[in-house]
């Protein structure tokens, strides 16, 4: 299976793009500026394609049979970014053919009005990209993980609905991503996301 990243220069998809590197799925990591591909090559061993998610992506998912998309503005651009951009992404794979799209999201993206004031904006923008990809013809997989860390990976962690609010390393929303690519019955589901005591895989196929 070829696996477009987007946002795999960034915290969790530098995690996703040397896990798929090691796998038996082909990756192709999308970055946004061309001083980024050679770093990206030489790291992970992948092909590196540049593509903007402000502008035309369609070139990005050529020949791809998923995408994971764990981009973000971090905040400077978020409807540009982490609402069109997402949007943009989604209907170039729906176009290409593309079935299947897991789309890295944000506990509480479905009711920003519960989050603090300076974070809404993001979760809006996060909840108009979940719900265009749900709406889309694509095979999807939304996660949504509370609060990132950089900790080591533990491998382990629960996902539901709906889970209180707490942490998730990085490493393990990297593994979870990918884990839903071979997980039949995360197929056109939305769920959250914490670290937990059940390994991944058991995790998401008790969903």
Known sequence: MDVLIAGSYGGVGQHITELLAESDYTAHAMVREESQVSEMEEEFGVDVVVADLTEDVSHAVEGCDAVIFAAGSSGEDVE???RDGAIRLIDAAEQEGTDRFVMLSSINADR??????ALQPYLEAKLAADE???GSDLTYTI??????TDEPTTGRIEAARRVERGEITRADVARTLIATLDIENTLGETFELIE???PIESALESL
Do not use: C, I, K, T
Request: net charge negative.
């Open 132 to 134: 265009h990809l749900q």
């Open 80 to 82: 540009g970014v982490d």
């Open 112 to 117: 920003p009005g519960e989050s603090p004031e």
């Open 143 to 148: 996660v949504r993980p509370g609060a990132l």
């Open 196 to 198: 937990g005591d059940e």
